[in-house]
């Protein structure tokens, strides 16, 4: 039998955000107008995922903009953070096959690297600067995913899974990049701004709340 902890977290957290994630996944998969299927379940998980890791930094320095003492560690960000990870590792991994279908590797490196006049065989153009910010983002999500659990938290110890979880800021910048790298091709008007506007939200409450640290 579920714990009356978990229980509460499974109808209070997990089944609003697994219904965000699908109804708000459904909206964007059925307005797309991609012929391929795997493109638009990529492009369907990109921006829940990008709202998701976004409220697990926000959630912090809203606390203590309500006054609220801050703990290492609460289950509202916690349960965020899981369905952040699950949705950007669903995207990543989908986000492998709708270019170059077949041939992966490409994303990251040169195809006849030496005949077309690279000095070494890594891709260093925006196609690949956008593919290694999301394949090192999904690999913090991944780690951090991993270690969402009260298990890894008594392991660690609270200094070491404190340093651990706060590699969510690096993930939310590599996100960030690889986001705003994609929608540089143009096309995408309203969904550049509102990841411009989650990003900068995000950024200035996060000032907000280091300010009041300094000052406490």
């Not at 969402?148 to 938290?153: E, G």
């Not at 899974?161 to 091709?185: D, E, I, M, P, V």
């Amino acid at each position: 039998m579920l714990s009356a902890r978990l229980s509460h977290r499974m109808a209070r957290h997990h089944l609003p955000l697994a219904l965000f994630c699908l109804v708000s996944g459904y909206f964007l998969y059925v307005t797309r107008s991609y012929d391929d299927v795997i493109a638009r379940l990529s492009f369907a998980s990109a921006y829940p995922a990008l709202v998701l890791l976004c409220l697990t930094l926000l959630i912090g320095p809203w606390k203590q903009v309500m006054g609220e003492r801050l703990a290492v560690s609460f289950d509202l960000r916690r349960d965020i953070g899981i369905w952040a990870g699950i949705s950007g590792l669903f995207h990543t991994s989908l986000g492998q096959f709708v270019h170059l279908r077949g041939r992966p590797w490409l994303y990251y490196i040169y195809e006849d690297w030496q005949g077309h006049g690279h000095w070494q065989p890594f891709r260093h153009d925006m196609f690949g600067f956008n593919n290694d910010t999301g394949l090192l983002a999904a690999l913090v999500l991944l780690a951090l995913l991993a270690t969402s659990n009260d298990a890894s938290l008594r392991k660690l110890g609270t200094p070491g899974w404190k340093k651990l979880q706060r590699w969510n800021y690096a993930c939310f910048a590599l996100t960030a990049a690889h986001t705003f790298g994609y929608q540089s091709g143009g096309g995408r008007g309203a969904f550049l701004f509102a990841s411009i506007a989650a990003v900068a939200i995000t950024v200035a409450l996060q000032l907000i709340g280091w300010r009041r640290r300094r000052v406490t």
